[in-house]
């Protein structure tokens, strides 16, 4: 039997293929007929070209409807997509392309799947088994080359499965899409939920706080990457009343401060479900969707997932980080289960580095599990700062700043120090004293921890998915304790 996800997803679509699919902003709709005919005219043009099963097609374009359209026609014709971040220039696309050397690659998907509909729809789907390619997702790869995630048809599938279960969907729900489709959050977690419930979707092209509270008041499910969440509580229209309709608000891709939960449940009345996922296995684990959401925790693992805590920080990249304790002990997290990414593209070396060798990935990502099971995140191993030889976990300096009067949000990391090796830095978006800020954090932690300088800023520097790059930061501050 066929695995093609297309299919797992096709089957769910609703029983009337008139229902919308798409909300578009002018008022139209596109059905999910609509969006299955594109879908098998983009698999009959890319067939009738020439792409055999395994093919790679890139896509770079602005979000729209042909961009899902073309995603599912490339599952269907049993090829395997690679959409590529908007942003990205030519000269970072030309290393994808050399890199993944698709067959196609697409950069107009209206004009495209206009043209595709000039060649007879793909009636069947291409067989393909679970643990074929489905999609390639390039890690965006703040340090070292970008390394391109193989998610298999498998892959997908029992994570669409086990979301679509764990956060309730029904056909009746209305999901508010604003996030961009080149990463897994909008593409695979988002669209796939809705996918499978056939429902709608409110369809933006980006988020703009006033077009998502006009969205709210037909939605019933939003996910957003934590900036969402900050710039809706900017916003005074939005409201408890603007937020009345929506069953469910998701965060993910990025950490969601306690105070924006807070601040979040004060206005509106409604806690924020944050989850946690990456790029190499989607969604790990989630917070409950009935039973307590707790911020700053990420929750539960998914059923199906192993989750540990694996050897100490530093020794991130061997292969031989030993099972370690369950006993509130952090460390990096390792990871087994069904939606764990086979490996990065052609990077066999890569890849056996980044399994245990009882084969577990080793996410590098950095935390702890409390007694009750819920998994905290304190950060990326390779943002850990080692200060005259003690471990800094910035999280842990965070979250003390961002309590204190003046800060808005902060970002801790560590630069170039003669004495110290790294020297702890806080970047501060507000303003205030430094003196009394430093003094503060030195009250509430040990002194190794809190901070040797603040600079204060007007913004932290965040990707699109609201990951605050710190990279960034400490090449900017790099000579900051240069004498
Ligand atoms: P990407 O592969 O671009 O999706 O990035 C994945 C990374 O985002 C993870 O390894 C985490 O470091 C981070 N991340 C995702 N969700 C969360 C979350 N809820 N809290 C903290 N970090 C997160």
Known sequence: MSENLYDLLASRFPK???????????????????????????????????????????????????????????????????????????AEVDYFLGDAEPKAFVTDPPAWVAEARRHPPLEATVARAADDLASLIYTSGTTGRSKGAMLSHG?????????????GFTPDDVLLHALPVFHVHGLFVALHCALLSGCPMVWLPRFSDAEVLAGLKRATVLMGVPTFY???????????????????????????????????????????????????????TTNPLDGERVAGSVGYPLPGVELRVGGAAPSVGSADTSPASEGGATGVIEIKGPSVFSGYWRMPEKTAEEFTKDGFFITGDVGRRDPDGRVWISGRAKDLIISGGYNVYPKEVELVLDELPGVTESAVIGVPHKDFGEGVVAVVMGEGDEAALIAEARRQLAAYKAPKKIVFVDALPKNTMGKVQKNLLRQQFAALFAD
Request: contains cysteine; hydrophobic residues 45%.
């Open 16 to 90: 009337d293929r008139s229902q919308p699919c798409f909300l578009l902003g002018d008022g139209t709709a596109i059905s999910y007929g609509d969006l299955e005919a594109g879908a098998a005219h983009v698999a009959g043009r890319l067939v009738a070209e020439g792409v055999a099963p395994g093919d790679r097609i890139a896509l770079q374009a602005e979000k729209s409807p042909e961009v899902i359209m073309v995603y599912l026609g490339v599952l269907k014709a049993g090829a395997v997509f690679l959409p590529l971040n908007s942003a990205y220039t030519s």
């Open 155 to 167: 892959n997908l599938a029992n994570n669409a499965l086990a979301l679509h279960q764990a956060w």
């Open 230 to 284: 900050t710039r809706l509580l900017a916003n005074p229209g939005f409201t408890r009343e603007s937020a009345a309709n929506v069953r469910l608000f998701i965060s993910g891709s990025a950490p969601l401060l306690p105070s924006t939960f807070a601040e979040f449940e004060a206005r509106t009345g409604q806690r924020i479900l944050e989850r946690y996922g990456m790029s190499e296995a989607v969604i790990i």
